[in-house]
Nanobody
Framework: QVQLVESGGGVVQAGGSLRLSCAAS????????MGWFLQAPGKEREFVAA????????YYGDSVKGRFTISRDNAKNTVYLQMNSLKAEDTAVYYC??????????????????WGQGTQVTVSS
């Protein structure tokens, strides 16, 4: 079965950096668009970033543009999210997701087929 396992979350001070990783198994990784979403307490899950099959196209939510970078290593079946200049409002559970076809709307969570269990990121101010 498909498994997406996130790691790298933790507690960091505002202005600091974290790198999240998501290791995928049970699927042909290079055939999937990969994305990251976040969910803060009491709020909807929202789009953070996504990357195309070969990594040539990347997409970002407005709140993270210029601060976060998504990348992938198809040889390792892993997608990464480098998060810099972290702010208190970035505090959330971060989820990795996989889409089996190019999503019509890359920012809609409904277009992603598989999800990880999430990793907590807490930014202290």
């Amino acid at each position: 079965q498909v498994q997406l396992v996130e790691s790298g979350g933790g507690v960091v001070q505002a202005g600091g950096s974290l790198r999240l990783s998501c290791a995928a198994s049970g699927l042909t990784f290079s055939n999937y668009y990969m994305g990251w979403f976040l969910q803060a307490p009491g709020k909807e899950r929202e789009f953070v970033a996504a990357i195309s099959w070969g990594g040539t196209s990347t997409y970002y939510g407005d709140s993270v543009k210029g601060r976060f970078t998504i990348s992938r290593d198809n040889a390792k079946n892993t997608v990464y999210l480098q998060m810099n200049s972290l702010k208190a409002e970035d505090t959330a559970v971060y989820y990795c997701a996989a889409a089996g076809r190019r999503p019509r709307d890359i920012k809609k969570k409904e277009n992603f087929n598989y999800w990880g269990q999430g990793t907590q990121v807490t930014v202290s101010s």
